[in-house]
Each structure stands twice: as structure tokens, then as C-alpha cells.
């Protein structure tokens, strides 16, 4: 299993960005996907998860009204939308798979497989 995260970069307060995960070398559509993120100092912590189904998600409470999690399964690939972002998005950020099928997962080891890591830096 093979995930590539990208999409990072360096935004303006209020700003947008997408991250993009592909996955290869999985059955994608079996896989719950998420989205994690790690700042500097802290401890990495659940952003977002859809089914694999896409039927069904969530979002961690601080990126409510601002983000969103879809996925296409024709490319394989998990999209995580950034609106209205702030300093304290500022992280990397990890898509991670969860070949289980049980309920969709919000802490780390829920999820077996990670990708490398995407940069989002926040900043005027």
C-alpha cells in the first residue's frame, strides 16, 4: 500500500488550499480514509475521515464550517478542502488508509497505513 499526499504550501490567512492523497497497491473503495495533521510540539490529531463508500463522514470539531473530505474512487484518491485558514492550521498533514472496514476510525491507530506528509503553513 503506497498513499502520496501533496497539495501543501504556504497560504494567506483566510486562504485555500486542496490536498490530494492517491492510493495504489489497495482495494481503494474497501478503505476508510483519513486525514490527520501534525504541528510542531504537538501531537498528531484527527482532521477528517470518509468511508469507503464516501457515503459517509466527519470532521474533527475545529475544522467544521471550514473543511471537507470527499473521495473519487475512478482515481483513487481522497481529497481534503481548506477554506478560511488560520495560523492554527499551520501542520503537516498525513491521509491514511484503514483496511478494517469496522466503523470509521478518528484516532491514529485506527489506521494501518500513511502517507508521507504534506506541509500547510499559514501566513501573511
Known amino acids: 500500500v503506497q498513499l502520496q499526499a501533496s497539495g501543501g ?3 494567506q490567512p483566510g486562504g485555500s488550499l486542496r490536498l490530494s492523497c492517491v492510493g495504489s497497491g ?4 474497501r478503505y476508510n480514509m483519513g ?3 501534525q504541528s510542531p510540539g504537538k501531537e498528531r490529531e484527527f482532521v477528517a ?3 469507503g463508500s464516501g457515503v459517509i ?3 474533527a470539531d475545529s475544522v467544521k464550517g471550514r473543511f471537507a473530505i470527499a473521495r473519487d474512487g475512478a482515481k483513487n484518491t481522497v481529497y481534503l478542502t481548506m477554506n478560511s485558514l488560520n ?3 499551520t501542520a503537516v498533514y498525513y ?3 484503514d483496511s478494517t472496514g469496522l466503523r470509521l476510525g478518528v ?3 485506527e489506521y494501518q497505513d500513511w502517507g508521507q506528509g504534506t506541509q500547510v503553513t499559514v501566513s501573511s
Open 95 to 97: 491521509c491514511a488508509a
Open 87 to 89: 495560523s492554527e492550521d
Open 9 to 11: 504550501g504556504l497560504v
Open 49 to 51: 475521515g470518509v468511508t
Open 57 to 59: 463522514s466527519t470532521l
Open 35 to 37: 486525514w490527520f495533521r
Open 107 to 109: 484516532e491514529i491507530d
Open 26 to 29: 489497495l482495494p481503494f473503495s
